[in-house]
C-alpha cells in the first residue's frame, strides 16, 4: 500500500509540474493531496488524513482553482530565446541535490538504527490526544496563531473598508 501511495504522490506531483493547463495542474494537485492523505492513513494517523483532505483538497483548491479561473484571462507569452547553458546548469544543480540528498539518508543514523530494531508500529492517533497534545503541551502557539489570524482579518478588513 504504501508502494501504491507514494507513487500516486509522487506521479501526480510531476504531472502538475510538467502540465502546460493550469486546471489540469490543479486536478493533479488534488490527487497529490489524496497520495498525501493515504499515506498519513498508513501511518495511524487518520486525523492528519482526513485534515489533508477536507482543508487542502477542499478548500485551498477551490480557492487556488477559483483565482485561476478569474486572474487567468490571457495565454502566457513565450520566451524570446531558449537559454541552454541554464537548463543544462538547472538540471546538473538537481541531480547534485537529488544525490546529496540519498547519500545523507542514507548515512542516517535513524536508518541504521531501523535495520537493526526494525519498523515499529506507530500507535493510532486520535481527536482526543490531538486535542490533549494542542491544549496542553502546545497552548502558548495556538494561542499566538489565533492572535496573528485575529490581527490578519482586522488588517483584511481595514485595507478593504478603506478602499470602499
Not at 507514494?6 to 490527487?31: D, E, H, P, R, Y
Not at 498525501?36 to 501511518?43: I, K, P, R, S, T
Not at 541531480?95 to 526494525?118: D, I, T
Amino acid at each position: 500500500m504504501f508502494i501504491t501511495f507514494a507513487l500516486i504522490t509522487l506521479l501526480s506531483a510531476l504531472g502538475m509540474l510538467l502540465q502546460k493547463n493550469v486546471i489540469v495542474a490543479g486536478l493533479f494537485m488534488v490527487a497529490t493531496f489524496f497520495g498525501v492523505a493515504g499515506l498519513f492513513v498508513l501511518l495511524a494517523n487518520p486525523v492528519a488524513a482526513a485534515l489533508q483532505i477536507i482543508v487542502y483538497t477542499g478548500a485551498i483548491m477551490v480557492l487556488v482553482l477559483f483565482v485561476i479561473m478569474m486572474l487567468n484571462s490571457h495565454e502566457e507569452e513565450k520566451a524570446q530565446s531558449s537559454r541552454p547553458v541554464q537548463t543544462w546548469v538547472s538540471i546538473a544543480l538537481v541531480a547534485a541535490l537529488a544525490f546529496g540528498a540519498v547519500k545523507l539518508v542514507l548515512a542516517s543514523p535513524g536508518l541504521k538504527a531501523l535495520a537493526q530494531s526494525g519498523a515499529v508500529v506507530p500507535e493510532a492517533m486520535t481527536l482526543q490526544k490531538v486535542g490533549m497534545t494542542l491544549f496542553a503541551d502546545h497552548l502558548l502557539g495556538f494561542e499566538v496563531a489565533g492572535l496573528l489570524l485575529l490581527a490578519a482579518m482586522i488588517g483584511a478588513v481595514a485595507l478593504t473598508k478603506r478602499n470602499l
